[in-house]
């Protein structure tokens, strides 16, 4: 008995300690995020419309998310070109940020400055900055300009397919500019991997590329699920996004106004929690069990 509630005891002290750290996201959460989350639903069940001073709100049901998929033009289309734009992206970051990290995990003098340097665009990337560089066009690969691989692409494939494939090009480098915090993590998963299992397949005769796929890729299938689900996040709230930049200005829209606009949100934010949940359910038949 002594033994278990002391074994008890540590496991609250460890769970409050986790507690402690997560407090202050939990009250800055509460004090600026909990009232705009609520008050956004709230609203996306009404007309907003401003009288001067005066706020006029006019209950309308679901009235709000039926003009969306029935009436609206831009938004049922922007919507699924956004979330194939989105599965492209996370495949170009997740093996872009892995190839980098493994590479960066090899002895060679310098690596240390080479992690800094993949990870120095996450700390330079205000939104300013990328602004710039997607006004300028450096977000484009000047060898897709210069071999129309877009005229291409448009010849070659359907519409369905070759618009999100465009739409990722275009943005090629501005997107492995957020793979820094991938290649990050990728790192520190690769230093879970004890040297010793490495050395064990190098005695019995395996190639690197045996050890790749027996070895490293099993043991960061939990930290492949964990970029797939952060690049997820990160995208889905991207300044350069159509579709967010089209519900922002939906606000400003006499006839649909805030009401219209906090629905569109709900409904983007409903379509983001089923494919996140989906991810999860699939990490964990996949990754996880893989990594054990």
Do not use: C
């Amino acid at each position: 008995m002594p033994v278990r509630r002391k074994r008890l005891r540590l496991d609250t002290r460890k769970a409050l300690e986790g507690y402690m750290f997560m407090s202050v996201w939990i009250v800055g959460f509460l004090v600026f995020m909990a009232f705009p989350l609520v008050y956004s639903f709230v609203i996306s069940f009404y007309k907003v419309n401003f009288l001067g001073s005066e706020i006029r709100m006019d209950f309308v049901g679901l009235r709000n998310f039926q003009y969306a998929f029935l009436k609206d033009e831009k938004f049922p289309t922007l919507l699924p070109l956004y979330m194939k734009q989105t599965v492209l992206i996370l495949f170009v970051i997740v093996l872009f940020a892995l190839i980098v990290a493994i590479l960066v995990s090899q002895k060679f003098p310098g690596r240390a400055i080479y992690r800094v340097i993949f990870f120095l665009p996450v700390v330079l990337s205000s939104n300013s900055i990328l602004n710039r560089l997607e006004a300028s066009g450096g977000g484009k690969l000047a060898i897709l300009e210069q071999f129309d691989v877009a005229g291409w692409l448009t010849i070659y494939l359907s519409a369905g397919l070759a618009e999100p494939l465009i739409g990722v090009l275009n943005n090629f480098v501005l997107i492995l500019w957020y793979s820094g915090v991938q290649v990050l993590i990728f790192v520190g998963g690769i230093q879970t991997i004890s040297s010793s299992v490495y050395e064990a397949a190098r005695i019995d005769g395996a190639t690197p590329w045996e050890s790749f796929w027996k070895i490293t890729l099993p043991g960061l299938a939990p930290f492949i699920m964990l970029n797939l689900i952060y690049t997820t996040v990160d995208q889905f709230t991207s300044p350069f996004s159509d579709l967010l930049t089209y519900i922002a200005q939906v606000r400003t829209n006499p006839i649909m106004g805030f009401g219209y606009s906090s629905a569109l949100g709900w409904i983007f934010f409903a379509f983001v929690l089923v494919w996140i949940g989906f991810m999860l359910l699939v990490g964990k038949r996949f990754a996880f069990d893989r990594a054990e």
